[in-house]
């Protein structure tokens, strides 16, 4: 499995954008990138995913680097209830097997 | 349909005992995932199934755990002869089919091995 790296922690401001990097330097050609979050006491919450093309839905988007060697995920305008660990993850394609590493503990500020 | 359900939430056992814990998916999830989470860790895949067929177990911990999904339908997984090493949040998850990027995650047993 590919392995991804990311800070562990980070800390923003209610209502700013937030941008959370993942490296992921071995990935292959046919990998996918999925993020996902967990709150406190819950399972973890599927975010959003892409292969080569930046990707936008209601939660947020991610922007995928060219040689796709890393990725960033993008919260529009944090709130308080953004306030999560965030795993970047990557697969051979579907949610098989999915490896999450530490993740980003992001921490928002009101 | 509310979710991923996992019963019970919390289970208190000794060492030694055997605990059997159940997760039932979202109605038509043809996958079912089983991961553990330590505290301070992400989630650590142990093994899926496709309907009723288990397509990975190299990654259970131990052959004290197993897995099962009898009609394709809920799940179980068993811990034989608990140790404290297993005190962790088991969860369960759940995808339509092999193609479906979204994987949807119960709340979770916490286990507790005294």
């Known amino acids: 499995d590919a392995k991804t790296t990311q800070p562990n922690s980070m800390e923003s401001n209610e209502e700013e954008p937030v941008h959370l990097p993942c490296n992921h330097s071995?990935?292959?050609?046919?990998?996918?990138i999925h993020w996902y979050r967990q709150l406190p006491s819950q399972g973890p919450e599927y975010v959003i995913h892409?292969?080569?093309s930046n990707v936008n839905n209601r939660m947020a988007s991610l922007a995928i680097a060219e040689d796709r060697k890393s990725s960033t995920l993008i919260l529009h305008r944090a709130t308080l209830r953004d306030a999560a660990v965030y795993y970047c993850?990557?697969?051979?394609?579907?949610?098989?097997?999915?490896?999450f590493g530490k993740g980003t503990h992001l921490i928002i500020q009101p | 349909d509310t979710g991923v359900s996992q019963d019970p939430r919390h289970k208190i056992t000794k060492r030694g005992q055997n605990v059997t814990f159940r997760c039932d998916p979202i109605s038509e999830h043809n996958r079912l995932y089983w991961y553990r989470q330590t505290l301070g860790q992400g989630p650590e895949f142990l093994t899926y199934?496709?309907?009723?067929?288990?397509?990975?177990k190299s990654r259970l911990l131990s052959d004290r755990f197993s897995a099962e999904r009898p009609k394709g339908s809920f799940s179980t997984l068993e811990i034989q002869r608990t140790e404290q090493g297993d005190s962790a949040m088991y969860l369960c998850?759940?995808?339509?089919?092999?193609?479906?990027?979204?994987?949807?995650f119960g709340q979770g047993t916490r286990l507790t091995v005294v």
């Open positions: 998850a759940s995808s339509l089919d092999w193609r479906d990027t979204e994987a949807f």
């Open positions: 993850t990557i697969s051979g394609g579907g949610a098989d097997g999915l490896t």
């Open positions: 199934f496709q309907n009723e067929a288990q397509l990975e």
């Open positions: 071995t990935i292959s050609g046919t990998d996918y």
């Open positions: 892409g292969l080569t």
